[in-house]
């Protein structure tokens, strides 16, 4: 069996609602490029990368004027209304393009601080010790269980990861996981929950808490902070 290669499927057909902006997050501007731009320029740079398939909304009229969208590594598709649905038709599209055995890594349009380093890193663990496994970081905060705004009872972290992306997986077990969790409603946040409800073994690989989602206005800010810091360490 060839060596499995490594193809990189990232979600951008979000709008980014929460980000109170007309343009959606992976297009805003941070450190004078679009977040897209600087997530797709460090995943570029994964190990045995054999391509990057980015789905966006079918109504996207702005990746193409990215530079990064003229590398021919680069290939974009048509996502679809939720981010599973975005991360199964690319799951398809690869279907007739990739082996069985080749990983799948799946990234954040809108999570770009993760660095070259813990990318390699995390690739590394996966292909070499594990089935499928995912980056997270322990919970630092004390967890509170709150109803109708009124603390319930102070949850134990001591167990809880807070799961990040790249998550990364075998092609065949990913769609098989992914396609079956959506046709039986079940809810799907991440990769990982499709994994785990169809029976398998999710490793974690400690992460960074600098690789942060850009979710909300304020953590544009602070990505661009923790881009500057990467760039003078």
């Not at 501007?29 to 897209?36: D, H, R, W």
């Not at 970081?137 to 004390?142: H, I, K, L, N």
């Amino acid at each position: 069996m060839n060596t499995p290669k490594i193809w990189v499927l990232v979600p951008a057909a979000g709008t980014g609602s929460r980000m109170q902006s007309e343009t959606p997050k992976q297009y805003l501007s941070l450190n004078g490029q679009p977040v897209l731009e600087h997530t797709l320029n460090v995943l570029l740079q994964t190990p045995q990368l054999a391509g990057v398939i980015v789905a966006l909304g079918p109504e996207d009229e702005r990746f193409g004027s990215l530079a990064v969208a003229r590398d021919p590594r680069v290939q974009p598709i048509v996502g679809g209304r939720e981010r599973a649905d975005s991360v199964l038709a690319g799951l398809r599209y690869l279907a007739k393009r990739a082996a069985s055995h080749d990983w799948v890594l799946v990234h954040d349009a809108a999570r770009p601080c993760l660095t070259v380093s813990l990318l390699h890193s995390f690739c590394e663990k996966v292909a070499s010790e594990t089935e499928g496994g995912i980056l997270a970081v322990p919970v630092a905060d004390t967890l509170k269980w709150v109803e109708q705004s009124t603390i319930g009872r102070t949850v134990d972290r001591s167990h809880l990861w807070a799961a990040q992306t790249p998550q990364m997986f075998p092609l065949f077990t990913l769609t098989q996981a992914l396609d079956a969790a959506l046709t039986e409603g079940v809810p799907v946040t991440d990769e990982a929950s499709a994994m785990e409800w169809a029976g398998h073994t999710v490793a974690v690989v400690p992460g960074a808490p600098g690789n942060i989602k850009i979710t909300q206005p304020q953590d544009l800010a602070l990505a661009a902070l923790i881009l500057r810091a990467q760039e003078e360490s």
